[in-house]
């Protein structure tokens, strides 16, 4: 051993001994690593020819075709008399493209809507977009959505409040969640999940698990950011090793995994820690292999619900968010990669 170290250069020793110590002191097993920063975007600069990647499910820049043809596309759409959906010539700093998708709600007419595609089905899918929210945008009720259902519709079902079974759907939302007014509109990001070992609410009915990131990440107004989602199916019904993460600008911020650290499991989720806690006993998203992630749900929904909830008396009736450059996939995507 000794002869072995004396070959290791001073930075290594003080390195191995660190992870050493860590490992003594928190006893915690060594958590898988994900990447960060370009991913399958590193080899298409400005997203150009990205969609034909072999490794990509779905892909939408909305830079072709009118609103009913990209709805075909897509193969659901909802756009309530039309007033909810356009476009805009406002797109992300990075993007190589001219126009973006603007989806508005204006409460008393509508509730937002949405655009929602299926894919062949496949055991773990990264889902990448970009989100701009207008800088007086409220607080929203529920957001984009990605997940499995068995067998696989051409719309989104609803069955809010009930537990999946756990062979025929699972559901992750990605939102933004204001913790009853504690943050400011839209909130912080927030994974709404149904799965089939979900908690039970208080109400005794079943209302999606939140889960955060150790660290609050507030959903910014005005400005363009790069969201990235990875769900990863466990490989067998038995196995806990299904996988959630979170990317926000190509930086990860939340990978919860088996043996992550977290704060007491409630019906209302739970956060990650970075210290204390208890170990995630990992996720058994399914029973069955036949159940796959098998769609993407491009959902802007909002109500005076979410208002009530956070404490807002007279909220902004209007509620305006952008999106672009859509890219889902079945490995890590990263952000837009600049042209030059």
């Known amino acids: 051993m000794l002869r072995f170290l004396c070959r290791m250069s001073l930075p290594t020793i003080l390195l191995v001994a660190t992870l050493a110590l860590f490992t003594v002191k928190t006893g915690q097993p060594q958590l ?6 370009y991913g ?24 072709r075709g009118t609103l009913e043809e990209i709805a075909k596309k897509w193969g659901n759409i909802s756009n309530k008399d039309g007033k909810v959906m356009s476009f805009s010539n406002d797109v992300p700093p990075e993007s190589s493209g001219k126009r973006s998708l603007q989806m ?35 607080y ?5 959505t990605i997940g499995g259902y068995n067998p696989p519709t051409p719309w989104p079902q609803g069955r809010a409040g009930e537990k999946p079974c756990g062979d025929e759907r699972v559901t992750v939302g990605i939102e933004p969640y204001g913790d009853y007014g504690r943050f400011p509109p839209p909130g912080i990001w927030n994974f709404y999940c149904y799965w089939h070992e979900m908690k039970i609410s208080a109400d005794g009915k079943y209302w999606g698990n939140g889960l955060r990131p150790s ?10 950011q790069c969201v990235e989602v990875m769900l990863k199916l466990n490989s067998e019904p038995n196995k806990p090793d299904g996988e ?24 209302m989720g739970f956060s990650l820690v970075d210290e204390g806690g208890e170990p995630f006993e990992g996720f058994r998203w399914r029973t069955s292999k036949d159940l796959k992630v098998n769609f993407f749900w491009l959902l802007l929904y ?25 890219v889902v ?8 990669k600049p042209l030059r």
């Not at 150009?48 to 909305?62: C, Q, R, S, Y």
């Not at 959630?244 to 995994?257: C, I, P, Q, T």
Request: net charge neutral; with cysteine; aromatic share 12%.
């Open 104 to 138: 508005t709600a204006t409460l008393g007419e509508n509730t937002g809507g949405h655009l929602y595609t299926r894919f062949r089905g496949v055991d773990v899918a990264f889902a990448r977009f970009y989100v701009k929210f207008a800088d007086d945008c409220g």
């Open 215 to 224: 660290k609050p990440q507030l959903v910014p107004q005005g400005k363009w």
């Open 40 to 63: 399958l975007s590193s080899r298409y600069p400005g997203d150009i020819g990205i969609e034909n990647d072999p490794t990509v499910l779905f892909a939408e820049n909305f830079e």
């Open 302 to 326: 909002v109500t005076e619900h979410a208002s009530r909830q956070n404490k807002v008396t007279n909220p902004n009736p209007i509620a305006r968010v952008w999106f672009d450059d859509i």
């Open 140 to 144: 929203i009720h529920h957001f984009v």
């Open 329 to 336: 996939a079945t490995q890590y995507i990263g952000p837009i």
């Open 244 to 267: 959630l993460a979170l990317w926000l600008d190509g930086e990860l911020v939340a990978h919860f995994v088996k043996g992550a650290m977290r704060s007491r499991w409630t019906g």
């Open 32 to 37: 898988p690593r994900l990447p960060q920063g």
